[in-house]
């Protein structure tokens, strides 16, 4: 055999070695977050959905809890799910590339773990990081989970727009929507009602737009944090819900998308749809 093969093959093993490494430490750095995660929870309060609270309420967030809920449902605190879809990847145009996610989110205190794996081209993977854990934010994108490409921390505007999309994905555990789960509503339009939610620092409000029947149909923020070159400005953000399906008696959308309200028009960037879903009732 010639020197040139046990070259490449020393160099094949090193980088298998190298990318085992990377991928261990960044499972490792989830089971990290997600203990933190659960470690910030808190207790008390119902266990279940008792539409006495709903007195009060705008006219279609009543008509929202009617329909994915039912009396005595046991509240949600926690959940664990997956997600497959694809994602733009690019800050101006169109190139989408699949990706795979796993996900776990807390009710009491508000706060989640996004664990994501985009494919970009054939070998080349980045690994990506979205989380609010007891006030704090965090984006990381990293390839292989090794270098990093992005990596945002801390308790203010990145804390702020985390707890936004805590909020706006809430129509996938419904009871935390709930006045008794720290939600207050104030109406808007016959058909469309805001949402505000309280956390450490933070207060959001997001305008949540019901369908007729019922269901959430988009969640609307005016200045979420975009990235734009090295500047991350206040940027209208919309997220539509469809394909609702009952589960665990819960009426939940099983898909998705997430966009950017810009000059030129919309900019989406997330398409999804979940593949399993599990959750910790109170």
């Not at 989640?112 to 609010?132: E, H, K, N, Q």
């Not at 949540?208 to 005016?222: K, L, N, R, T, Y």
């Amino acid at each position: 055999m010639s020197l040139f093969f046990f070259v490449f093959l020393a160099c094949v093993l090193v980088l298998a070695t190298v990318l085992v490494f990377a991928s261990a430490r960044w499972h490792s750095a989830t089971k990290a977050t997600r203990i933190k995660l659960e470690a910030a929870r808190v207790s008390g309060g119902p266990s279940r959905f008792d539409s006495g609270e709903l007195a009060g309420l705008p006219t279609p967030v009543v008509r929202y809890f009617r329909h994915v809920l039912g009396e005595g449902q046991p509240l949600v605190a926690a959940v664990r799910l997956e997600q497959k879809g694809t994602m733009n990847m690019r800050a101006q145009g169109q190139w989408w590339r699949p990706f795979a996610a796993t996900q776990r989110v807390e009710i009491k205190r508000p706060g989640f773990d996004w664990d994501a794996r985009i494919s970009l081209l054939p070998g080349l993977i980045v690994r990506v990081r979205d989380a609010y854990v007891a006030g704090e934010g965090l984006l990381q994108a990293s390839l292989y989970g090794l270098l990093n490409v992005v990596q945002l921390r801390g308790r203010g505007a990145i804390g702020r727009d985390e707890l936004m999309r805590y909020l706006a994905e809430a129509p996938l555990y419904p009871t935390a929507l709930l006045p008794s789960q720290g939600v207050q509503w104030e109406p808007e339009d016959a058909q469309s009602a805001w949402a505000t939610l309280k956390d450490g620092p933070h207060t959001v409000s997001l305008l949540f737009s019901f369908a007729p029947g019922g269901e959430v149909d988009s969640v609307w923020a005016p200045d979420r944090g975009r990235a734009k070159g090295r500047e991350v400005v206040p940027t209208p953000w919309l997220g539509r819900w469809w394909n609702y399906a009952q589960r665990d008696g819960l009426r939940i959308p099983l898909a998705g998308e997430v966009l950017w309200q810009l000059e030129q028009g919309e900019h989406p960037y997330w398409r999804g749809e979940l593949t399993e879903l599990r959750y910790t009732f109170s």
